[in-house]
């Protein structure tokens, strides 16, 4: 079979789908430069304005405006047309932007990172969307090979950047930084995307259901900074809201979420089990390291943060790695792997801690990222290939809102375990790790039931072959 058939790299950069990439890249990049130029930027902006309080909550709002942004993404497109809600959703992103860099006070701040998140979410949401519109599916892997590779750049590229702005010329540069980003975005979306009309059909705004989901996700954030009784008794309340908000969507005439997602017998089922608990079993990494590494092992900032970014260019490397797969076997065997790799790599770091061994710690580090990079897209191709034409764009759009969702709650999570095993009194080392296994422990078990999730996802995928006849055909 010859290699056009497979797909190659040289493809998605070739003059046939070199704009699409771009526009897909640059979408991906609004959302993982912003992340980390403002995590740098905004402890200089909360001691300008007064505001070391609220610094939680910049992000916290900024994640949950997200997700429900993300959730309503569909809705959008079908009201706008894919090139006008994306401009649109930008346009907003950017205003949230220009409000939070020209913050007078902390409100503001929080103001504009609310805004950034409603616009961002629906983006990200879209641009998943426009993954099955605009390449073939022998393409897909390479395409989320490259979001990784974004990710990996922003992971490195962006706190230095940021720390240089914020050092040399002030906060509020690190988040104009965005501008250029969002104008170029919308340019290429003007001259790219497809001018699809709107949809005649109209359905009324889903209000309730998008505010018992962010409402249920604000809940799970504040109960991670909740004494233990109050802070588990607002996550059986959050989980309440979420399951209404599922319920009510059940019943809706236009759905936010692809039918079996969640629950069903198809690979929908399982299949956005994983999505979700990955990123909340690897939250407790991402969240907790960087500042261990400083307290356990008197790590400079710059360093730690280093050690931190490893997981990132790992999964950058493996999911370029793995893009060229074609077998459904050896796809299958990728994505239970990478929730077990999750799993065994957050043990590790544990043990790397608790004994002072910085060479297992790393490799523990490179695991995580390979567990994410391996399965991470050819889960996403699967749900994709599995929904039905009609909803293929609600299965595109949900999922990158639950990996938010999964980030969001898994940061929670880790917090409330943190904070209920004494981590934040902890005074001395022996203290600091004997309050962290109860963490570690707590991903390393939700990590395990994403692979057992996972060997359930590939059971329940149709057998099938990667190119029939016609495909091959099409593709040569």
Do not use: H
Not at 16 to 43: D, E, R
Not at 137 to 145: A, C, E, S
Not at 193 to 201: K, L
Not at 372 to 400: K, Q, V
């Amino acid at each position: 079979m010859s290699a056009d058939v497979e797909g190659r790299w040289a493809e998605i950069f070739g003059p046939k789908y070199l704009a699409a990439t771009i526009i897909l890249c640059l979408g991906v990049a609004l959302l993982a430069f912003n992340a980390f130029l403002s995590s740098t930027a905004l402890p200089t902006a909360v001691n300008e304005l007064d505001g070391v309080e609220l610094i939680a909550w910049a992000t916290t709002l900024y994640l949950v405006f997200a997700i429900v942004g993300g959730a309503g993404a569909v809705m959008v497109k079908q009201r706008l047309g894919s090139r006008w809600a994306l401009i649109a959703m930008a346009v907003v992103f950017l205003i949230g932007t220009l409000v939070a860099a020209s913050a007078g006070t902390m409100s503001q701040v929080l103001i504009g990172r609310a805004i950034q998140g409603l616009g961002e979410g629906v983006v990200a949401a879209l641009c998943f969307a426009l993954i099955p519109e605009l390449f073939p599916n022998r393409l897909v892997p390479k395409v989320f090979g490259m979001q990784a590779v974004i990710w990996a750049i922003a992971a490195f590229g962006g706190p230095a950047g940021a720390g240089a702005l914020t050092e040399f010329v002030s906060w509020r540069a690190a988040f104009l930084v965005n501008v250029p980003f969002v104008v170029v975005f919308c340019l290429m979306v003007a001259l790219v995307v497809p001018n699809s009309a709107a949809s005649d059909t109209r359905s009324g705004f889903p209000g309730v259901r998008l505010l018992a989901i962010g409402g249920g996700i604000l809940l799970v954030a504040i109960a991670s900074v909740l004494p233990a009784p109050q802070a588990f008794g607002l996550v059986g309340v959050a989980i309440l809201a979420l399951i209404f908000a599922i319920w009510l969507d059940r019943r809706s005439a236009s759905p936010l979420t692809p039918s079996g997602a969640f629950w069903s017998n198809t690979a929908l089922g399982p299949g956005f089990w994983v999505v979700l608990l990955m990123p909340v079993a690897g939250a407790v990494t991402a969240v907790y390291l960087v500042m261990l590494l400083q307290q356990l092992w008197g790590f400079g900032p710059t360093l730690a943060g280093a050690v931190g970014a490893v997981m990132a260019v790992a999964w950058s490397l493996s999911s370029v790695a793995v893009a060229n797969v074609r077998k459904r076997s050896t796809r299958a065997v990728l994505i239970r792997l990478g929730p077990v790799f999750l799993a065994i790599g957050i043990s590790g770091v544990l043990c790397g801690l608790i004994f002072t061994l910085p060479p297992l710690l790393i490799v523990s580090q490179l695991l995580i990222g390979m567990g994410f990079g391996m399965s991470n897209g050819y889960i996403m191709l699967t749900l994709i290939e599995t929904t039905s034409d009609a909803e293929r764009d609600r299965t595109s759009a949900l999922i990158p809102t639950t990996q938010s969702a999964g980030n969001a709650i898994g940061a929670a999570i880790a917090g409330l375990a943190a904070n209920t095993a004494g981590y934040a009194v902890a005074t001395t080392k022996e203290e600091v790790l004997t309050a962290i296994i109860p963490l570690f422990a707590t991903g390393s078990i939700i990590a395990a039931i994403a692979a057992m999730t996972a060997l359930a996802m590939v059971r329940r995928v149709a057998p099938a072959p990667i190119l029939g006849e016609a495909q091959v055909a099409e593709a040569a």
